[in-house]
């Protein structure tokens, strides 16, 4: 008889921060925690979303007990809409986080297909062999739950994204009372954030923002504008307090924060704050008495903030006087973007905040300092750290070693790892990649028509069309067009010359076969390029076989 195993297998977010997708079996039977998305980069031109390929467990779905969400953060939940029909699953989510997914849902035509089963804050469902509890944390956002996930070998303790904050504003602190219960029940593993364990210190709360805010907004006398990550309830609860407390109106500007702000109070939070002036409105308001709430702190060309410094908003303008807080913390990649938006907002003479200035914003992620006193209370026999680029894991290992944790195991994307029995350890690598939603198709990033399209960004396109008749003898000259090369000193030219030399060269048997002649001609053709412009362009051949001259086609 086979000895039953219990099973730790990242797909996403080991090794990268986004797109987690974490899977847990027992006994044959597996458990989902997570599905997000992480987003395009210029590395992946045309791409906007980018998420984990589930093939190995699209591939046992039949022995697939659910899938539970940790929270509502697009890189944990963001892929639900587009990975699930490869799934066909039950969901289990919170109040706030199911609602945030079945709007996601509804989006792409599956908010009646997709079976969501909400459950309450602290509750614990039985799931195969999996008894999962729900135990709210604190993170930037509402609803934050860190799962308690018993099983027969032994009872995982998987993190989500948090941190400590004694006043969070929206919600209640973290228990350290149950952490320490369940620590002392014990707990074979804790997967674990990772993300700011190279920062020393603890994380800082959402009050202490708050206070900065107020103290910051009271000095200004023009328009403020402040942009802040849509989904961070506390922080809009924030601003619109902010708002009221120097009595100027709160106006959102931006899809997504009246999305959320929706659903927040459909949820029963946001709901003793003052109405929200709708964008349409704000013109018509005296300049000390707005305050925009904006998307687009990361510079996102369709961000409100970007449409409005690009002076693209019709209901929104800031001018000389202005100014623009951004409370966020600027994520590695963005900083060109940044940097344009920036500079965009400059040459309107608008006085720009960044966290860099003054104290905007805190992070949702665990310190050293927090991590140090999770362990604490938890006291697992093991340690495996996700959420992290590799750097991050291996020095998240470092730190549980120093905090006597007895095993790690640092994970990658397709390990497995067996937890239990016996010493955990990397037992196997499974199918682990990405996937990236072009335009409405999932595809490979590996894939031919990304692999393309990206060596077409840098080296251009080249196309070359051939009437020849059956023999291989051209009938015109070659039809040359350049995509995004330059045709500097007749290189058009040069090319077509590089081809008719070639075609004529080649003997008359090689000339039949389309595959061969069309060969030659690339071959030729790229050299010419790359001798003119030092480019490889993607170079496509077209052949056109003619009857010969004078000969009326069958």
């Keep these: 008889m086979t000895e039953k195993e219990l099973l730790f297998v990242p797909l996403g977010g080991a090794g990268e921060i986004g797109m987690n997708l974490n899977v847990f079996g027992y006994d044959d039977q597996w458990l989902i925690v997570d599905l997000g998305v992480s987003f395009g980069t210029p590395s992946l031109p045309g791409i906007d979303l980018v998420m984990p390929d589930p093939s190995f467990i699209a591939a046992r779905r039949d022995k697939l007990v659910g899938m539970v969400l940790t929270h509502a953060h697009e890189d944990h939940l963001g892929a639900v809409p587009y990975l699930w029909p490869r799934l066909r699953c039950p969901v289990y989510a919170t109040p706030f986080t199911a609602a945030i997914l079945r709007a996601k849902l509804a989006e792409v035509g599956l908010l009646h297909e997709v079976p969501i089963i909400e459950v309450a804050l602290g509750s614990r469902i039985t799931l195969g062999p999996f008894d999962v509890e729900f135990m709210t944390l604190t993170h930037s956002i509402a609803e934050p739950s860190a799962l308690a996930i018993r099983t027969p070998l032994g009872t995982i303790f998987h993190t989500g994204d948090w941190k400590i904050d004694p006043d969070p504003l929206i919600g209640h602190p973290l228990d350290e009372g149950a952490l320490a219960a369940l620590g ?8 674990c954030d990772s993300t700011n364990v190279f920062n020393p210190s603890a994380s800082g709360s959402e009050a202490d923002v708050r206070r900065h805010l107020l103290e910051l907004v009271g000095k200004e006398t023009g328009r403020v504008a402040i942009t802040a990550f849509a989904s961070n309830i506390a922080r809009l609860e924030t601003l619109a307090e902010v708002a009221r407390a120097h009595d100027r109106h709160a106006v959102l500007v931006g899809r997504s924060l009246r999305r959320n702000v929706a659903i927040a109070q459909e949820t029963g939070y946001l709901t003793n704050l003052p109405p929200f002036v709708d964008e349409a409105e704000a013109g018509y308001l005296p300049r000390d008495k707005v305050l925009l709430i904006c998307t687009g702190s990361q510079g996102e060309p369709r961000g409100a903030m970007a449409r409005i410094a690009g002076g693209d908003n019709q209901n929104v303008a800031l001018t000389e006087g202005d100014t623009v807080i951004f409370s966020s913390k600027i994520i590695p990649g963005n900083e060109l973007a940044l940097g344009r938006l920036y500079n965009e907002l400059a040459k309107k003479g608008v006085k720009i905040i960044t966290e860099k200035d003054e104290f905007v914003h805190v992070s949702g992620h665990p310190g050293r300092e927090e991590l140090s006193r999770m362990y604490q209370w938890i006291r697992p026999e093991i340690a495996v750290p996700v959420h992290g680029e590799a750097r991050h894991l291996f020095e998240h290992a470092d730190l549980a070693r120093e905090l006597q944790v007895p095993r790690c195991v640092v994970p990658a994307n397709g390990t497995l790892i067996r937890l239990a029995p016996g010493n955990p350890e990397i037992i196997d690598r499974v199918t682990a990649g990405r996937l990236v939603r072009d335009g409405t198709v999932l595809v490979a990033d590996d894939s031919v028509s990304i692999v393309e399209r990206r060596r077409g960004l840098h080296n251009g396109h080249l196309v070359i069309a051939l009437g020849v ?34 075609v004529k060269g080649m003997p008359r048997g090689q000339r039949r076969d389309d595959a061969v002649l069309r ?19 993607v170079t496509d051949v077209q052949i056109l076989r003619l009857p010969p001259t004078g000969e009326n086609p069958k």
Excluded at 472 to 489: H, K, S
């Design 184 to 191: 002392e029940e014990g707990v074979l593993a804790m997967v």
């Design 469 to 502: 008749d059956a023999e291989g003898r051209l009938l015109t000259d070659p039809a040359v067009t350049l995509f995004g090369i330059p045709d500097e000193g007749g290189l058009a030219g040069a090319i077509a010359d590089a081809v008719l030399n070639a």
């Design 519 to 537: 060969e030659g001609v690339r071959v030729a053709a790229r050299r010419t390029v790359r001798q003119t412009t030092d480019k490889k362009p």
